[in-house]
């Protein structure tokens, strides 16, 4: 076609709802701009020849527009780690928490890191380890220069970590040419902390330093009558009273259960990476154990399977008690609450065997390492970080650190690091990305994935609604063949919220308009059970 004998046409479309507003009336047909401009274009005038003419069609006539949303979620062949199965949380998103921890709390933690670091260079006397660690500062400035400069993701550095390979993968596929910001939140903020760890990964003596381990111990210092209103209770070994009937005993551990179910959920409150400069006052009020305070919090647990968990929990007594993993969270106060809650489970006979499941290094402030394992326990028996306490609570704390300590010398408690915990992956990919882990996980009769950052890797971190059940939302940790039987324990600091029922949406959108910021607020919790598909045969492609 010839466009010469076309002069130039720009076609308005507009329904006939809104020509009222847009245009003066006309005889119904159309709308001809007979501007000078226009007639000038007509007569092929040169000076305005790019002006085009302006014709209105009215639409009154044909269907009326529809709202067509996008498809949600994705089917499992379009879901990969940059396009969850619903829309993913990004830097950029001002609206959401990426945002704000993208653009200031990951600064500020890196800034508390390096003031860390600092520190100990001071407090250094041999060069060779002082230039090491001088060195270990300049890669930390340049990775503060990158996240504040909003670099692209370059691939890890082969520092001999178990995860390098993993990391470069992720990175090569997916996000090539990603930068901090429209990366997935959760990608951007875990590569951020792997990139901290090889700023002393590839050093010659600061391998194995943790910038976060003084604020990890400050804070269970600084959590003495939570510490106390435990150890007390529990010092010595769990008993029923003889007086009681079988059926009375049975009602007994069950009311025990949920109390120490909600102490282990709690305990969650302690996030080092959201709790900067928290006073102790603010640290004790988010820590508080007594049983009128757990009975005013459990209304505040908005998806709520305890009663699901301990009929699923109550049953392994029948196998001469079971094996329990838990994936752990946060070291100093949440691990102590973890730790009572694991001894509760062993003392009855409902668990015979549990495995924590710990990071290989400093992740995300103050996720537990081996290091926290040990200096826990060890400060309990040998310590001296609460000069105000009585002996007798002193005492207590002895005690509850000795019989933990007997466990795992007895292998009843046994402390596990894979390297695929300290990936960008989601647990989606674990079953694809790490077998070995998911079949370990798969003989076990219940595992209990721990607060804010393993419930995000659960559920891919996307924006599912509110009313998904818990069992899609965690996709092949629930269907996979010889999926275990999972159970997360949250409070919800973070965008993501799934599991809250048919009514889940309307809930949402309720706390949005009376209480903004609910998602983040550590007010909310979530205990939720996905059953698994345990026994099955696990199969790999």
Avoid at 153 to 170: C, M, T, Y
Avoid at 298 to 320: A, M, P, Y
Avoid at 325 to 333: K, M, S, T
């Amino acid at each position: 076609m010839n466009t010469d004998y076309f002069p130039s046409t720009l076609v308005h479309l507009v329904d006939h709802t809104s020509m009222a507003e847009a245009a003066p009336a006309t005889n119904g047909t159309k709308h001809i701009d007979n501007s000078d401009s226009a007639i000038a274009q007509a007569n092929g005038s040169p000076a305005t020849y790019s002006a085009p003419s302006r014709v209105t069609l009215h639409l009154g006539h044909l269907p009326s527009k529809k709202d067509i949303k996008a498809p949600w979620p994705r089917t499992p062949s379009r879901v990969d780690p940059n396009n969850p199965p619903w829309p993913a949380y990004r830097g950029y998103h001002e609206y959401s928490f990426a945002h704000a921890t993208m653009g200031v709390r990951l600064p500020t933690i890196l800034g508390k890191a390096i003031d860390d670091t600092s520190r100990t260079l001071n407090e250094q006397y041999a060069e060779d380890k002082i230039v090491d660690l001088v060195e270990c500062l300049e890669r930390m400035d340049t990775l503060m220069a990158d996240l504040s400069g909003n670099a692209k993701l370059r691939p890890i550095i082969d520092d001999g970590e178990g995860d390098v390979a993993l990391w470069n993968k992720e990175i090569a596929k997916y996000f090539q040419g990603k930068d901090f910001m429209n990366a997935p939140w959760l990608f951007a903020e875990a590569y951020k902390y792997r990139r901290l760890h090889e700023c002393f990964s590839i050093s010659k003596y600061w391998k194995d330093y943790d910038v976060f381990y003084r604020q990890k111990c400050d804070t269970f210092s600084r959590s003495t009558d939570a510490v106390f209103e435990l150890s007390m209770r529990f010092a010595e070994p769990f008993k029923q009273s003889e007086n009681m009937s079988d059926k009375e005993k049975a009602e007994n551990e069950r009311l025990m259960f949920l109390e120490l179910t909600q102490v282990c959920l709690w305990g969650n409150s302690t996030d080092l990476s959201l709790l900067i400069n928290m006073t102790e006052e603010q640290i004790k009020s988010l820590q508080s154990t007594g049983g009128d305070h757990l009975a005013a919090t459990e209304k505040n647990i908005l998806g709520n399977h305890l009663n699901q968990l301990w009929e699923t929990v109550k049953v392994l007594r029948e196998k001469t008690g079971g094996r329990i993993d838990f994936v752990l969270d946060n070291a100093g106060f949440e691990l102590y609450c973890d730790f009572v809650y694991a001894d509760f489970l062993i003392q009855a006979g409902l668990a015979k065997q549990i495995r924590f499941h710990g990071k290989r290094y400093p992740w995300f402030v103050s996720d537990v390492t081996r290091k926290d394992w040990d200096w826990l326990l060890n400060t309990m028996v040998y310590g001296h970080l609460f000069p105000k306490a009585s002996e007798a609570e002193r005492e207590s704390l002895r005690r509850l650190g000795a019989r933990w300590k007997q466990y795992e010398k007895d292998g009843r408690w046994q402390y596990e690091q894979h390297p695929f915990w300290c990936t960008g992956y989601t647990f989606w990919d674990l079953h694809s990305e790490a077998p070995d882990l998911f079949l370990h996980l798969s003989r076990s009769d219940l595992v209990y994935f721990k607060g804010d950052l393993n419930h995000r890797k659960l559920t891919y971190d996307c924006a599912a609604p509110a009313s998904v059940p818990f069992d899609i939302s965690i996709g092949p940790m629930a269907s996979a063949a010889g999926a275990p039987k999972i159970c997360s324990l949250r409070t919800i600091k973070s965008d993501v919220v799934v599991g809250l029922g048919d009514d889940g949406d309307a809930i949402a959108e309720r706390l949005d308009k009376e209480e903004p910021g609910w998602k983040i607020s550590g007010k909310y919790a979530v205990v939720l059970l996905s059953e698994g598909r345990p026994g099955e045969k696990v199969r790999f492609a």
